[in-house]
């Protein structure tokens, strides 16, 4: 099929054109016809499958008639990470440049005046996350009365911030005839029951694959003793075609460290996470895509949706916690048809985690030595050594640089710290999709064991937008009620950003001195 098809307007058409894409991805192919239609969508597609697109260009289509007036947009897109927000923001001005419409983006870190001027002028498109979106519309400086369009994107991302309660505020501000689309890479019940309040007879549109069939991502899997990650991450770049990288590490503390490491090393790193002011992040993103940055050392804060052309290389410092990030993480490269390369360095004690990413994946990743270093075997969880072969080769054991030895042996610790990670992506209910990539087979190396219990749920940790304090109200407290259906909430879905401006030294905002005993932990 082609874009004509679709129905699009010429001049849209004419920026895909120039984009240079030749045909729609399934999930534009299915989805824009429908929002054409003026119909709701739920639509299950992750990042890379060309999901952005499929609301982007009809949303021009249905917007090019009319004008928005000041403060009162005519649609609006909520996004989880300022990043995503940026990045739907700039394929509006990509695949909007021969249509005249008003764009505003209300991200956190970016200073409010100038945003006000954007609403001000009238937005026929507003892009936020849900925080700021807050902020503005308790300030009074929005009014959402003429939303006629409004897309959730990453609602699973969403409910694992924290944001739904958020979502559910500004969507009940909403006018009750609207178009919707919704759009989530897994739909765990709660989300699915989300999208049955939020939406009207929508028609459902699920994508498995991402968005090119040739997408190709060669994964490997080097098991080292933890002193050795540093080397074998250094010798892996060193002996790799390496035109551009992310190395994702689970914790900022980490990724700080490592940065500095590298660049030691006289390699061109950055650093991204949470922690960062907004304009730090937005600088290191630039400077990465423009390639003015090879290696990013980031945290999963850049997991999903990162659109950067050509990556050749993504490096799991860390094993991810969650096997759905795996699959994000090594998402960032093998995009666009393009052959992408993954490493993840494991630990031998590390043997669950990849257990379930290969069961999430259903492949066996296949394992990499590092020339010059010892190669480990996983442990099974009760400690005893698994699958094949031991020692072998490398220059023999090197002296702990962390932590103490193990007693099973290992090297150092288990990595377990107290330290905040970054938030991870929803653990799915129903399987998530498959890799991204036609990962390459390996034989069996491992005999798998019996499934272990689920472990217990982690609370996520979501990195928070900082809701600005309200400077004109007075703090209120929560009515009887809302305290009552704080507590019934899942713990999933209550709202950590309080514990997070904490963290940064801000007051909760809204309780003013009365800051519970269990809240104001630090
Ligand atoms: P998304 O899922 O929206 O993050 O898009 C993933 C990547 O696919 C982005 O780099 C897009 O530029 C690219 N893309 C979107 N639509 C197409 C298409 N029809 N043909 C080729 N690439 C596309």
Do not use: W
């Not at 009162?72 to 990509?94: D, G, Y």
């Not at 503390?253 to 304009?279: C, E, I």
């Not at 960032?332 to 990413?357: M, V």
């Not at 066996?364 to 075997?377: F, N, Y």
């Amino acid at each position: 099929m082609s874009f004509e098809e679709l129905g699009l307007s010429a001049p849209v058409l004419q920026a895909v054109t120039e984009k240079g894409y030749t045909e729609p991805t399934p999930i534009q192919e299915k989805a824009i016809p429908i929002v054409l239609m003026g119909r709701d969508i739920l639509g299950c597609a992750q990042t890379g499958t060309g999901k952005t697109a499929s609301f982007v260009l009809p949303m021009i289509d249905i917007l090019a008639e009319g004008r928005a007036k000041a403060r009162m947009p005519r649609s609006l897109i909520l996004e989880p990470t300022r990043e995503l927000a940026a990045q739907v923001a700039e394929n509006f001005e990509i695949y909007g440049k021969y249509n005249k419409l008003n764009m505003a983006l209300l991200i956190g870190g970016v200073s409010f005046p100038d945003q006000e001027r954007a609403l001000e002028k009238g937005a026929d498109v507003l892009i936020a996350t849900p925080g700021r979106l807050l902020d503005h519309f308790e300030r009074g400086g929005i009014l959402l009365n003429d939303v006629k369009i409004l897309v959730i994107d990453e609602a699973d991302r969403m409910l694992d911030m924290g944001f739904i309660p958020d979502v559910e505020r500004i969507v009940a501000t909403l006018p009750k005839l609207r178009q919707t689309l919704f759009f989530s890479a897994t739909m765990p019940p709660e989300i699915k029951r989300l999208a049955d309040r939020f939406l009207s007879n929508p028609k459902e549109v699920t994508v498995s694959r991402p968005a090119s069939a040739n997408t190709n991502v060669v994964q490997g899997l080097v098991i080292v003793q933890d002193d050795q990650k540093r080397d074998a991450l250094l010798a892996l770049i060193k002996s790799q075609e390496v035109k551009n990288a992310i190395v994702f590490c689970n914790r900022k503390r980490d990724v700080a460290t490592l940065h500095t490491v590298l660049k030691k090393h006289g390699l061109n790193a950055g650093a991204l996470h949470g922690d960062m002011s907004q304009p730090a992040r937005t600088e290191t993103l630039e400077k990465f895509k423009a390639g003015d940055i090879q290696i990013l050392v980031a945290s999963d804060v850049a997991a999903r949706g990162l659109d950067v052309q050509d990556m050749s290389h993504v490096f799991n410092y860390d094993v991810p916690f969650s096997p759905e990030d795996y699959v994000h993480r090594i998402g960032r490269t093998g995009r666009a048809g393009k052959t992408g390369h993954s490493f993840t360095l494991a630990t031998p004690n590390e043997g669950d985690l990849i257990d379930a990413i290969q069961k999430l994946i259903n492949t066996t990743i296949p394992r990499v030595e590092v020339p010059g270093l010892d190669t480990a075997i996983l442990e099974a969880s009760d400690g005893r050594r698994r699958g094949r072969g031991g020692r072998r080769g490398g220059r023999g054991a090197a002296a702990p640089e962390r932590g103490e030895r193990s007693e099973r042996g290992g090297r150092g610790p288990r990595r377990e710290s107290s330290e905040p990670r970054e938030p991870r992506a929803p653990r799915a209910e129903q399987p998530a999709e498959a890799a991204p990539a036609e990962a390459v087979a390996a034989p069996a190396i491992e005999s798998h064991r019996e499934p272990r219990p689920a472990r217990e749920p982690r609370e996520p940790r979501p990195e928070r937008e900082h809701r600005e304090p309200r400077p004109d109200r007075a703090p209120r407290e929560r009515r009887p009620e809302q305290r009552a259906e704080q507590r019934a909430e899942p713990r999933s879905e209550r709202r950590p950003e309080r514990r997070h401006e904490r963290d940064d030294g801000h007051s909760p905002v809204g309780l003013g001195d009365h800051v519970p005993a269990f809240l104001a932990r630090r």
